[in-house]
């Protein structure tokens, strides 16, 4: 049983932690949009990590999507490419989607990731998401305590990843100077990451 589900609730601020269907649910609304659109869209985020089977906290769904998508409940653009929006829920009340089109230098790895997903058999099916290299890479790059988190537990999870399709995502994405030291440093934490785990000693205090 998710460990995060609870009697649903109609009063929930969107701040609080959400469960998978409850995710799964707002992501539908996201992948179903984008099949209309005729554009990709992948689950990323908290919610992809709980659909590897790592469950955590999360107050939000994330996708990535390959264009903007129709969807109502627009509240701001994000800073690095993107919209938030507030999405009701029949028996959650209202949770943000961030609904992510990378405008940066990251434009590249998301976009390749909305076009390569891993498919997810859920309760709603078979659902499209970012796969774990690219995933991996994601949180490598955005290093947030919960991002390293997600990133040891993709790296030391057995047969979830695979570093050669890592260090590939990275060549396809980066410059030759700037992939060569990234891949360097991500093969060195894989390393670290699987050897601590050998030994019991966790790579993050918080983890």
Known sequence: MNRHYRNPSPHHS?????PTRVGLDIAQNAV??????RTTCVIAGGLAMHLYGFVRSTTDVDVVTGAEIPLAGKIKKLSFGGFCYEMPHPTWGYVKLDVITRDDP????YAMAAKHPRLIRTKLGMMPVAAPE?????KYLAARGKDNNDFVYLATTRGLLNRVKVFDIVRRSFTKEFAWDLNQRINKDILVARFLKAQEVPMYEDL
């Open 14 to 18: 969107g701040e609080d932690d959400i």
């Open 134 to 138: 690219y995933l991996a890479v994601m």
């Open 106 to 109: 990251l434009e590249k790895l």
């Open 32 to 37: 179903e949009s984008a099949k209309r659109k």
